[in-house]
């Protein structure tokens, strides 16, 4: 099993502030089965981006993705009010698909 | 647009079966694999289990090997988890997600899931 360990925890920044969220794989992944879900408390989970790069329909460009083999990072150039919440990495390259445990993006 | 909804969840003794429904719409159901997806409370996603486009294949988490069973029905656009032999650490938010692709992938679009709670 490919086992995802997402980095930080909690990431604590002001609105306008960048971020950068960290996945880092057990086993190295082809970037085209990596991808990155948004989740807002007690909502469902939301693709943001698939193939490590590329963004999900209707997602803002200030989002962006990059990495390959073993790390992966998703960054928000400028992060706006309704970008506060929970980011899940994801692969797909292997059974059993897994997911990393999580990044949760608070307002400092 | 894509509408995935879940229905069936609710509260079970330990060892007791459950059938969650997830019915579909806003694109060609046949087309698409499909996926069930848990999340315990306050804890992360867990894959649970995939069905490919036509039903063909299956797959499953190890942790519900054997206890559980996803099927669909492209007559009624609607795919199904039989749980059965449920325990305590089941207890989670189901959610149904469409696949992008026909035999696995990422998840495109998620339902709004349904709880399921395991406990005497």
């Known amino acids: 099993e490919i086992v995802l360990t997402q980095s930080p925890g909690t990431l604590s920044l002001s609105p306008g502030e960048g971020a950068t969220l960290s996945c880092r794989a057990s086993?190295?992944?082809?970037?085209?089965?990596l991808a990155w879900y948004q989740q807002k408390p007690g909502q469902a989970p939301r693709l943001l981006m698939y193939?490590?790069?590329n963004r999900a329909t209707g997602i803002p460009d200030r989002f962006s993705g990059s990495g390959s083999g073993t790390d992966f990072t998703l960054s928000i150039s400028r992060l706006e009010p309704e970008d506060f919440a929970l980011y899940y990495c994801?692969?797909?390259?292997?059974?059993?698909?897994?997911f990393g445990g999580g990044t949760k993006v608070e307002i400092k | 647009q894509v509408q995935l909804v879940e229905s069936g969840g609710g509260v079970v003794q330990p060892g007791g079966s459950l059938r969650l429904s997830c019915a579909a719409s806003?694109?060609?159901?046949?087309?698409?694999?499909m996926h069930w997806v848990r999340q315990a409370p306050g804890k992360g996603l867990e894959w649970v289990a995939f069905?490919?486009?036509?039903?063909?294949?299956?797959y499953y988490a190890d942790s519900v090997k054997g206890r559980f069973s996803i099927s669909r029905d492209s007559s009624k656009n609607t795919l199904y988890l039989q749980m059965s032999s449920l325990r305590v650490e089941d207890t989670a938010v189901y959610y149904c997600?469409?696949?992008?692709?026909?035999?696995?992938?990422?998840?495109?679009?998620w339902g709004q899931g349904t709880l399921v709670t395991v406990s005497s």
């Open positions: 193939g490590a790069s």
């Open positions: 997600a469409k696949d992008a692709r026909r035999f696995g992938s990422y998840f495109h679009y």
């Open positions: 994801q692969q797909h390259g292997r059974s059993p698909l897994t």
């Open positions: 086993q190295s992944v082809n970037s085209t089965f």
């Open positions: 069905v490919r486009f036509d039903g063909s294949n299956k």
């Open positions: 806003g694109f060609t159901f046949t087309n698409y694999g």
